[in-house]
């Protein structure tokens, strides 16, 4: 991939430049990004711009930190060596200036070159009304020279087609500059001419300015525009911030309840007092925008593509979202009798309403798209169908099945899965569970369940797990919510046998075990039990939610997999052309976002 950042001032087309330098790389075949972002004024103010090329599809939108070319178009600005602060080691810089390249004040691991663009603009007649040279589109084909996935041809043909005034006068400055500057590089030629035969630098300065990715964005795993949306919810703009939001995550209202938020974890603000609290904002900007003040997403015209997308969570939402978004006809496949997936039968009400979830939810579905709700793939459909009904299909049937102790008893009555006991009651089924609730497991599905064990009726509620306070894998948050609600918590517990009086449970076997610490990938280090500290907890049901695991019977042997996931690659492709994967199926860790 090549990154690429112009940087200029107001009415220099520093913008238009990189546009037209993408349409010519994805003419030559090449994938092609671009877009900029502006000063505090437009004119005469500092503009940048940015262009990508890969061969590959790019998963990387943010502004370019690290650039391999970056080119000044206001030679001004290169007096500054922080102009080209980030750029690698080799970078290749050019300067529009009629002095040589040993005139600036810039880093020696740098290769420097320097086009007299506003000379040959003029000479070629490329001029505003104002008589000024217009030197954009010679820079482009400077830049053309520099770069090799952009050629003069493509080039000449984007300028064409880019609805630029008075195109052969800019294509021929263009190719002009790509000579002179190939002719440099090649050593046929010396640089521009020495300085005291070019006119002088205007004395400007200007504000010195590095951007960085803030920490908060590079953490957010939706890649939401945390530092924007922060400023327009200061502003009291809550619409525009959950227009902004959405542009990344259809799903702010379920977010900003029960995202994690690593967004806060390095925020620059910690070293002051505390991080802003991104995901608090986020949150405010769903719950005040009001929404008959919002816009509606543009839609792109229809593509004439049908894609199918097996679940209604997150990810199979998402997705169905950004395809809706870009003119694709979808059908959503869903198993549970409503849709939303985790977040509305996995997560209790308390913790996130079911009417947030189905307000985010019908927003999607307003785009057009059709959810098919108590159809299970491979029971009422078969995949095969699917696939041959459809382009493409997204597989994002998530992790909703029970993983198991493989401990005596475990098979009687008085046993619950965690996520079962919260789906049902989501879905409104009643459930007796005594008034002593055992529950296994240190994350954050054992809290929930204990928690909704607590408020459908359970007088003592206990959590054991094999963790330590510091290792489970809970919010710290919620575990120390569940303790409020006189929840009580024993660590390095492990059960051994669930015992019962005929077929009433009773009480569980446990003993105590030494070490439950996880890896940095966050994999459980097996403990070593303590033998002989065997005890019993009584209790009159029990509720294991030790992990949950993925179920994807339907798939037909093709579908390459590791162990119970999806294998994908990092487009979410599977092994079969046209079929996709994300979500909890796959490699990917478990979270809403
Ligand atoms: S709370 Fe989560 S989704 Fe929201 S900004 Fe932070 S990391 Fe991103």
């Known amino acids: 991939m ?127 009304p104002s008589g000024l040279p217009v030197v954009n589109t010679t820079i482009m084909g400077a830049v053309a020279a520099l770069v090799p996935a952009i050629g003069l041809e493509e080039l000449a043909d984007a300028i064409r087609e880019g609805g630029i005034p008075s195109p052969e006068k800019n294509i021929k400055a263009a190719q002009e500059a790509y000579h002179k500057l190939k002719a440099q590089l090649s050593g046929t030629t010396t640089a521009e001419p020495e300085a005291e035969e070019a006119p002088e630098v205007v004395a400007e300065r200007y504000p010195s300015y590095r951007s960085k990715m803030p920490p908060c964005e ?88 049908r894609v ?63 959810i098919r709700t108590s159809t299970s793939v491979g029971k009422d459909i078969p995949f095969q169908d699917i696939t041959s009904e459809y382009d493409a299909c997204f597989i994002a049937v998530g992790a909703h099945g029970a993983m198991k102790l493989n401990i005596p008893g475990e098979d009687g009555p008085g046993v619950i899965p965690g996520l079962d006991l919260l789906k049902d009651i989501a879905l409104g089924k009643e459930h007796s569970i005594g008034s002593r609730v055992l529950v296994i497991g240190g994350g954050n599905v054992a809290i929930d369940a204990a928690r909704t064990a607590r408020r459908i009726g359970a007088k003592e509620v206990q959590i054991i797990c094999l963790e330590s306070r510091e290792t489970m894998p809970a919010y710290q948050e919620e575990v120390e919510e569940a303790e409020r609600e006189g929840i009580s918590i024993l660590n390095q517990t492990m059960p051994v046998q669930i015992h019962r009086t005929g077929k009433q449970l009773n009480k569980i076997e446990c003993l105590k075990v030494t070490g ?44 390459e997999m590791s162990g119970p996931l999806i294998k994908v690659d990092d487009l979410g492709r599977t092994s079969v052309p046209r079929v996709y994967a994300g979500g909890d199926a796959t490699t990917v860790p478990g979270s809403v976002v």
């Open 308 to 370: 199918a997308i097996i679940g209604s969570g997150p990810a199979g939402m998402s997705c169905a979202y950004f395809l809706a978004l870009l003119g694709h006809e979808i059908t959503v496949f869903e198993a549970s009798p409503v849709p939303g997936g985790i977040p509305r039968i996995g997560i209790p009400e308390y913790r996130l309403p079911g009417e947030v979830v189905d307000r985010e939810i019908n927003q999607i579905v307003e785009l057009g798209i059709e």
């Open 218 to 305: 590079a953490n957010c795993p939706a890649g939401e525009p945390i530092h924007t949306t922060t400023l327009m919810v200061q502003d009291g703009r809550f619409e525009e911030a959950l227009e902004n939001i959405r542009a990344e995550n259809p799903f702010p209202g379920i977010c900003g309840r029960v995202c994690f938020h690593p967004c806060e974890a390095d925020c620059n603000r910690n070293e002051f007092d505390e991080g802003i609290a991104a995901n608090a904002i986020e949150r405010a900007a769903f719950d005040f925008a009001l929404a008959d003040k919002l816009n509606q997403p543009t839609l792109r015209d229809k593509s004439g593509k």
């Open 2 to 128: 090549i990154e690429i950042i112009f940087h200029g001032t107001g009415g220099q087309g520093v913008v238009v430049a990189a546009k037209l330098l993408a349409d010519a790389a994805a003419k030559g075949g090449y994938q092609a990004q671009s877009f900029a972002a502006y000063g505090g004024e437009r004119r005469g103010g500092k503009v940048e711009s940015f262009l990508r090329i890969s061969e590959e599809a790019m998963l990387v939108h943010s502004k370019v930190y690290e650039p391999d070319y970056v080119i000044i178009i206001n030679e001004n600005l290169a007096q500054d060596s922080a102009i080209v602060s980030g750029a690698k080691d080799g970078a290749g810089i050019l300067i529009n200036s009629p002095r040589p390249p040993q005139s600036f004040p810039l880093p020696g691991n740098l290769k420097i070159h320097t086009i007299n663009a506003n000379l040959i603009a003029a000479e070629n007649g490329v001029l505003l």
């Open 516 to 559: 439950g610490s996880r890896d940095e990938k966050g994999w459980l280090q097996w403990p070593e039990k303590n033998e002989g500290t065997n005890f019993m907890i009584e209790a009159d049901s029990v509720i294991i939610a030790i992990g949950s695991s993925v179920a994807t019977p339907f798939l037909p042997d093709n579908v």
